[in-house]
């Protein structure tokens, strides 16, 4: 297995350029200089070769430069390159009607389109304090929501995020987000984890804090992204719709990682037998263009004319790569992260078993986390080596990002196939085996 010097001299040259004129703020996994990509496949400037198994953060859907994209991309730039929100474009019609047909609700859907992720948690936020007439939420421990300033109020996964920000935007309450691996209530009998933390909601929360009335939203990723890739116990969704239902409180589903087809379902909230009334969207929808969405119950979106608007959302050619993107994603990727993500689950609770500092694999689709930590028994977590091995794969020519204090996010294009997964799990476990050694974590008897 190849081992690359990295950075090589090219690279070196950009990233002292770069830290000359681009903000500080910007947090690099390690020198990696991007100079083009196939797929799963990219290079370097130096010529070295990779596989990606981050995908840009769970954005590059189709793979890197997809023909189709890449084509719908030339066509409409030759057209025209932007009209703003305060006119009318076809693709953006377009992708209106696709999202409503792919909303994770039975009702008519209406669209808000964003730029990114984060733009579609503030709509989502403006649009709940507006239809309801509240002003309070409740989201999640771990959480990742974004950095500007409304969703960063409920992004709880790092201090470093909030240091030096405050005040914050006022009015959200943070509960435990159901982590099966690591509980921090006591269960009653016959109830699920999930069931539990909704039962903190109620008794503790709107028990003892907030009352239900003035709450507008309840913010939750399906599956937690930032935070560590967990995914919640079957009971926790249909509870918390419940609970939501009775104090009418709506209900927003973060899907910008989880969502457009990574778990094998458009939405990951669909594996769990529950409609939001919110859906906020971005990453992966348009393979790699800036573009982002809410996607809302037409019942709901009462905000006026006016009242909510940007310059660049619904840029057209951002729609013209999402219709591709979602055309892909429904002809080849959704069955395709179902295949090889199942298949990736078992190989990789096939190395679990092998090494001592595996803690948990957890995933669904092409969603999967690889906990780590310093001996099973314990859980206790082992953040150094997590990204000893990042760095061990990086060096031998695989890409991959950390989440949570001890996670490895397996997040690929949904394009990859299961050659392609083979090759990039033989690196990570070479990795892992490397940096067992350094860390001198062993099986305990």
């Not at 890449?70 to 929100?85: N, Y």
Request: proline share 6%; net charge negative.
């Amino acid at each position: 297995m190849q081992i690359y010097d990295l950075p090589g001299p090219k690279a070196k040259a950009i990233i002292e350029r770069d830290s000359a004129v681009i903000s500080p703020s910007y947090a690099r996994a390690y020198p990696f200089v991007m100079d083009h990509g196939k797929g799963t496949d990219v290079w370097d400037v130096d010529g070295n070769h990779f596989l990606d198994f981050a995908a840009g953060i769970a954005v590059t859907a189709t793979g890197h430069s997809h023909p189709k994209v890449v084509q719908a991309i030339k066509e409409q730039s030759e057209k025209f390159l932007h009209i703003s929100a305060d006119f009318y474009h076809e693709n953006w019609v377009d992708l209106g009607e696709r999202l409503d047909q792919i909303a994770p609700f039975k009702e008519d859907a209406v669209s808000f389109m964003t730029n990114s992720g984060t733009e579609s948690v503030e709509a989502a936020i403006k649009l709940a304090r507006y239809h309801t007439g509240a002003s309070q939420f409740i989201g999640f421990l771990g959480a990742f929501h974004g950095r500007t300033l409304g969703s960063l109020s409920f992004t709880a996964s790092k201090p470093l995020y909030h240091e030096g920000f405050y005040p914050l935007m006022n009015g959200v309450v943070h509960v435990p987000y159901p982590d099966p691996y690591r509980p921090v209530f006591n269960q009653r009998p016959g109830e699920d984890y999930g069931e539990t933390v909704v039962r903190y909601i109620e008794d503790q929360v709107l028990g003892k804090l907030l009352p239900a009335e003035d709450v507008a939203g309840l913010l939750v990723e399906s599956i937690q992204g930032e935070g560590g890739y967990i995914i919640p116990p079957p009971g926790f969704y249909p509870a918390l719709r419940d609970l939501c239902d009775r104090h009418d409180i709506l209900l927003i589903a973060d899907e910008v990682q989880s969502g457009m087809g990574r778990t094998g379902k458009w939405w990951a909230i669909e594996h769990f037998g529950i409609e939001p009334d919110i859906v906020c969207v971005g990453k992966g929808v348009a393979s790699g263009i800036p573009l982002g969405a809410i996607i809302a119950r037409k019942s709901i979106v009462t905000w006026p004319l006016g009242s909510h608007g940007n310059t660049f959302g619904g840029n057209p050619i951002a729609c013209a790569a999402a219709l591709a993107t979602l055309d892909l994603i429904r002809d080849e990727y959704l069955q395709n992260a179902q295949d090889v993500g199942a298949y990736a689950l078992d190989a990789l609770n096939e190395i679990a078993a092998r090494h001592p500092s595996v803690g948990q694999v957890r995933g669904i689709g092409l969603m999967i986390g690889v906990e780590f930590v310093k001996n099973k028994q314990s859980k206790e977590p082992a953040h150094d080596l997590m990204e000893r091995i990042v760095q061990r794969a990086f060096e031998r020519g695989l890409l991959s990002l950390g989440c949570g204090k001890n996670t490895i996010r397996i997040s690929p294009p949904l394009s990859i196939t299961k050659s392609e997964m083979d090759t990039g799990l033989e690196i990570l476990e070479e990795s892992i085996t490397l940096s067992e050694k350094e860390f001198q974590i062993t099986h305990v008897a």
